[in-house]
């Protein structure tokens, strides 16, 4: 049974060590949370498009010239005052911006859906829609939606992800680290408007879903001095790790310190005058079976609900496999 010990944590990354394991297990896992982690991401967006007649005098969007004045209009929609002059009684807004639709899609796609687990399914596998065809798939327990009104300015305002508003739970709205992803730009004159539905998926299909980067292992080492004389060619240096760091048995097992003694072995090493006095008096030894884990989420969910949300599937792949061989030998 691997053993698991929490280095260090924050909000988006976490260190681990992992005992009594193995390099294919420890990648397995790596993999499982790349690409095998269910994540909400945005995968569909409705663009409103055309051109509109915003009254000044109460902010009510009215249909293109329809209810101008030169074209035979009555006025305003809302309040029923003369659209006019342009500038005076309304402005003009179009819907369209430096970017395109496409564009403006993809880079929504990438921000972080805050992801709740326990409240959102797979549509697929969702309690409520899994039994309809994929196409009429979609409720309040397997799609998210976020709707979002942004307008330009003269000097140009960036339309943001904090902009984009969720018909929901607050918790859900995109969280404050993330509000000033820029989406696009828009000038005077120019709108955006939109609806975003986001659904769970997995890295697999698409990077999008995956919910970390930055996944890496590396064998847990120790550090060891062979030669407590020759050592202190290094401890003379006074840099960060000093001869009392060590044991009584000149053993250094500290995870942090020996990451930094990695680095400063670097003044006694290849290509120094010290190395020839120095030689190997301090080395660094791996220990078998344990090993550094970290990695940093995209901010959509904890990383230790990445962690678990991994292992819960690469259990199930296991599993499944499992069955497979027991239905062929
Ligand atoms: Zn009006
Ligand atoms: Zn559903």
Known sequence: MVKMEIINESEEKISILLKETDRAFVNALRRSLMSDTPKMAIETVRFQM???????????????????????????????????????????????GPLPDEMIAQRLAMVPIPTNHEEYHFEASCPTCKDLVPEDRGCMTCNMIYTCTAYGSKEGSTVTAGDMVFLGAQSLEITEHYRTIPITKLYKGQMLEFIAIAVMGV??????????????????????????????????????????????????????????????????????????????????????????????TDGSMAPQTALKKAAASLSMSFGSLEEDLAAVL
């Open 50 to 96: 055309g051109t509109f007649d915003v009254c000044l005098s109460c902010g009510h969007r009215n249909g293109a010239a329809i209810a101008r004045e030169a074209s035979g209009g009555s006025g305003c929609g809302n309040c029923g005052k003369k659209l006019d002059k342009e500038g005076v009684d309304y402005t003009v807004w179009e819907t369209n």
């Open 203 to 296: 890295g697999s299909e698409h990077a999008k879903w995956s919910p970390v980067c930055g996944v890496t292992f590396v064998p847990r080492s120790v550090a060891i001095i062979n030669n407590k004389v020759r050592a202190r060619v290094l401890f003379r240096l006074k840099l960060g790790i000093t001869a009392r760091d060590f044991d009584k048995k000149g053993r250094l097992e500290d995870i942090d310190k020996v990451k930094t003694l990695i680095t400063e072995l670097h003044h006694v090493g290849d290509g120094t005058e010290e190395k020839v006095e120095f030689k190997d008096a301090i080395t660094i030894e791996e220990i078998p079976g344990e090993f550094i884990f970290s990695f940093e």
